[in-house]
């Protein structure tokens, strides 16, 4: 119960700051300026997470610490969005989400074993990797330097197409919200199925009849290759996003990847194979990428709304994560982690019924012209 907290209160307050900073962010003359703030900030709290052991206060450093952050991300998305050419823009979208993404995908195979040598490590690690991105931050010039503006030929050639990210914009926010949801209850309570299976010797690469060496010790370590997994995947689903155009406006790539997360959820607590979690793994990695990607690309369409649309888009990860830990959090430590991960089909099945009649609603008050299929 306790790690679903810790799961879902700094996700939760990060929403709630991206929600409000997104009106004096946008406003600013320059919203990096604020990312820089936020990323000095975010080192500050941090820092003092490991060195308490008063489980409030640490929860009070986390969650400051990741509020903080609600000051970057929109900043950086609505700057990488100021690029006024659509397919420009997304292929640098995508490199972007890609290099924040492999990070993700590189920490785990990084924090496992210094976890497991000394928790404090990881942290220390990250603070400095901090600083760095507080440097890099400030070099970056004012987004009317670099990208320039749109000339008026080039907004009425992408009119049908920003009409059409609107009309699927509400539904994808709240695609975002179920992604982010599964990906925080994994992150957040998966970790105390692989050390009580690890405790028992009862991990294995696929069903042999003893378990190998390997899989006997070191749990935060076999995490760690399954977080490392889900996040590679989500980096290769921004490689293929920022290349092609197929999936845009296009409501059934989305249905059809969050029914594979919803399986994927009850054959993580139905396996011991480690392979099968790593697959289950991918799929949810794949799900969030195509989710949290398409929610961005729909949000800064609008020039005039990029900055508090992509702090919404940032909001709905944060709401994701706190209702996803917190629910199933609390299910896990009232009824087991089985029963929680076996409840996610129902709720990933309501959202989709959700985003359906959202997208339904929004295509029904949209003028017929240029309108989007399916």
């Given at each position: 119960?306790?790690?679903g ?7 939760a ?16 003359e ?15 709290f941090?820092?003092?997470v490991?060195?308490?052991?008063i ?36 292929r ?11 990070g993700?995908?590189?920490?785990p ?8 040598w000394?928790?404090?490590l990881?942290y ?9 991105v ?9 987004e009317?330097d670099y990208?320039g ?9 992408r ?34 199925r692989i050390?009580?299976l690890?405790?028992?010797?009862g991990l ?28 590679a995947?989500?980096?290769l689903?921004?490689?293929?996003m920022?290349?092609?155009?197929r999936?845009h ?20 607590v ?12 991918t799929?949810?990695?794949?799900n969030l990428?195509?989710a ?5 690309y ?6 005039a709304?990029?900055h ?6 940032e ?15 609390h ?11 076996e409840?996610?089909?129902?709720f990933v ?7 359906a ?18």
């Amino acid at each position: 119960f306790m790690l679903g907290v810790f799961g879902a209160v700094p996700p939760a307050a990060y929403a709630v700051m991206c929600l409000a900073s997104s009106r004096f962010v946008s406003r600013a003359e320059n919203g990096l300026n604020w990312a820089v703030f936020g990323a000095c900030a975010f080192i500050g709290f941090y820092a003092l997470v490991p060195v308490t052991r008063i489980p409030v206060v640490c929860c009070a450093a986390l969650t400051a610490a990741i509020a903080s952050l609600a000051l970057v991300w929109p900043a950086m998305h609505s700057w990488i969005g100021s690029d006024p050419r659509p397919k420009v823009r997304a292929r640098h979208m995508g490199l972007f989400n890609i290099a924040w993404s492999t990070g993700y995908a590189i920490s785990p195979l990084l924090a496992g074993p210094l976890c497991d040598w000394d928790y404090r490590l990881p942290y220390v690690v990250l603070c400095c990797l901090a600083f760095a991105v507080f440097l890099i931050v400030r070099s970056l010039p004012h987004e009317r330097d670099y990208f320039g503006s749109a000339s008026q030929e080039l907004l009425e050639e992408r009119a049908d197409h920003d009409r059409a990210s609107e009309a699927h914009l509400l539904s994808a926010w709240c695609g975002v919200m179920v992604a982010s949801a599964l990906n925080n209850v994994v992150r957040a309570i998966y970790p105390q199925r692989i050390a009580d299976l690890v405790a028992a010797n009862g991990l294995r690469w696929f069903c042999e009849a003893a378990p190998a060496d390997i899989l006997t010790y070191a749990p935060a370590t076999k995490f760690s290759w399954l977080a490392s997994a889900l996040a590679a995947t989500t980096a290769l689903s921004f490689v293929v996003m920022g290349r092609t155009e197929r999936w845009h406006h296009r409501f059934g790539y989305r249905l059809g990847l969050q029914v594979a997360a919803a399986g994927a959820m009850w054959l993580l607590v139905h396996t011991e194979s480690l392979v099968l979690m790593m697959a289950s793994f991918t799929v949810l990695g794949a799900n969030l990428g195509f989710a949290f990607f398409s929610g961005l690309y729909y949000s800064i369409s609008n020039p005039a709304r990029k900055h508090a649309r992509a702090a919404i888009n940032e909001g709905a990860i944060g709401m994701g994560g706190f209702a996803g830990s917190i629910v199933l959090g609390h299910v896990a430590g009232r009824y087991g982690l089985v029963v929680a991960f076996e409840y996610a089909p129902v709720f990933v099945g309501a959202a989709l019924v959700l985003q359906a009649l959202l997208l339904w609603h929004s295509k029904a008050r949209m003028p017929r012209a240029g309108s989007a299929p399916l």
